[in-house]
């Protein structure tokens, strides 16, 4: 099989399911925790933990988004800045509110001819309020003012820094997500814009299941249907989970079939198949 590789912007490769029996969580993949396991004639069982599964799909998201962002960047030179964003009242928190700001900013950077590139990522103080903090890339010689002192952000205080290590700030940020829970009805946890179709291309194969992953490359999509599988949009070709999800007790538990074979082994990062994305290549 011949694939065209591009750069790595994954973090997060999954281990593969075959632990010994009697292994603890850490041994399986991110989301994962082991339920039973026998030898490999036998199906391997899982346990899924659906709030870490999703917890971990949010951050790949993230950092995906922020690293693509980068690479589509590059010879723009841009600064990356981040801004926080608190509230004056615990209690504060609308949904519009960050959408409201978002809006302000795309149309300050539009009046001056400059596209709005963005992650952010909401956060729980320890008071209980939320905040947020965005991380977006400026022109060199171009600041932003604060949102604040525009009248952006009426609800509390701004903060704007350069940021030297963009990713590194979101990373220690999207660490936190475990406070789900107790975030106010309705809040998301993060969201982002101004990718390029390869940047976006490449943070949804990274969402992709992992058994996947080794045979879709960058730029096919795929959509669920009813016989426990996905299907390529463009021919139509089914691929079959390797998993069967069941209910017991209250738990979700996932059995693995059978394995695929002739895909790529130990993916590591994004890749496409020649011919099948037009982006950049290493």
């Known amino acids: 099989m011949k694939i065209n590789l591009v750069p790595a912007v994954v973090s997060e490769p999954e281990p593969a399911h075959s632990a010994p029996a009697g292994a603890r969580a850490a041994a399986a993949a991110p989301g994962l925790v082991n339920y039973?396991?026998?030898?490999?004639?036998?199906?391997?069982t899982v346990e899924i933990d659906q709030r870490a599964a999703r917890m971990n799909r949010m951050r790949r998201s993230v950092v995906t988004s922020a690293r693509m962002i980068e690479l589509g960047t590059q010879a723009q030179r841009l600064k990356p800045a981040m801004v926080t964003l608190t509230y004056r009242d615990v209690d504060g928190w609308a949904a519009r509110h960050i959408s409201d700001l978002m809006k302000h900013i795309r149309q300050?950077?539009?009046?001056?001819g400059h596209k709005f590139r963005y992650v952010w990522v909401a956060e729980l103080q320890k008071r209980g309020a939320l905040?947020?903090?965005v991380l977006l890339w400026l022109p060199r010689g171009l600041t932003l003012p604060k949102p604040d002192k525009q009248g952006w952000w009426p609800h509390g205080h701004t903060r704007i820094e350069w940021a030297r290590n963009a990713v590194g700030y979101l990373v220690k940020y999207v660490s936190k997500f475990d406070a789900e829970e107790h975030m106010p009805k309705g809040a998301r946890l993060h969201g982002a814009g101004g990718l390029d179709a390869?940047?976006?291309?490449v943070r949804t194969w990274g969402n992709l299941p992992a058994w996947l992953r080794a045979f879709a490359?960058?730029?096919?999509?795929?959509?669920?249907v009813e016989r426990g599988g996905l299907a390529e949009t463009r021919t139509g070709v089914f691929m079959q989970s390797p998993w069967r999800v069941s209910f017991h007790a209250g738990r979700v538990v996932a059995t693995r079939l059978f394995a695929h074979v002739g895909g790529i082994a130990d993916v590591g990062g994004p890749y496409s198949l020649l011919g099948e994305f037009e982006g950049p290549a290493c």
Request: charge should be positive; hydrophobic fraction near 30%; glycine fraction near 10%.
């Open 36 to 44: 039973s396991t026998s030898d490999t004639a036998q199906p391997h």
């Open 108 to 112: 300050w950077l539009e009046r001056r």
């Open 131 to 133: 905040h947020y903090h």
């Open 198 to 201: 390869f940047g976006r291309a």
């Open 217 to 224: 490359g960058v730029g096919q999509r795929f959509v669920r």
